[in-house]
């Protein structure tokens, strides 16, 4: 399986799309909720809202259920870009294996690639 550069609470910023002022979701950033790894998607909240229209049933109390609901809808991982934490500006992740001190043991952290690089993300 490949290793993704996006993992699920990372702030991610939409890159490309249609603008904000005309409808789309450019520029938007937010929390990545889930990953579907095997079709490349990423589910971000508040980005990629699509209506749901549900079918009207009963529930065990007798309440109607269904109607139109907005839900968020899984992006491409193309589309979306890491967001710096101390600058808050999209930025590209690489990766780099560090020796723990204690054990020895080789462990792979995500870095920055970008002007400010070097930090870990």
């Known amino acids: ?20 002022d005309r409808g789309g ?9 889930r990953v579907f790894p095997e079709t490349n998607r990423v589910l971000v909240e508040g980005i990629n809202r699509v209506t749901k229209h549900t079918k009207v049933g009963q529930s065990q109390r007798g309440t109607k259920t269904g109607g139109i609901e907005t839900v968020e809808a ?7 870009a890491v967001v710096d934490p101390s600058t808050k500006k ?8 560090e020796t723990v ?5 080789q462990r792979t952290v995500r870095v920055r690639v970008a002007k400010s690089s070097g930090k870990d993300i």
């Open 1 to 20: 399986m490949a290793k993704f550069k996006i993992k699920k609470g990372d702030l991610v910023q939409v890159i490309t799309g249609a603008k904000q």
């Open 25 to 33: 979701d450019r520029g938007k950033q937010g929390k990545v909720l």
């Open 74 to 80: 899984p992006i491409h991982i193309s589309n979306v």
């Open 101 to 105: 001190e204690r054990d020895g043991r």
């Open 90 to 97: 999209p930025t590209r992740v690489g990766f780099r294996t």
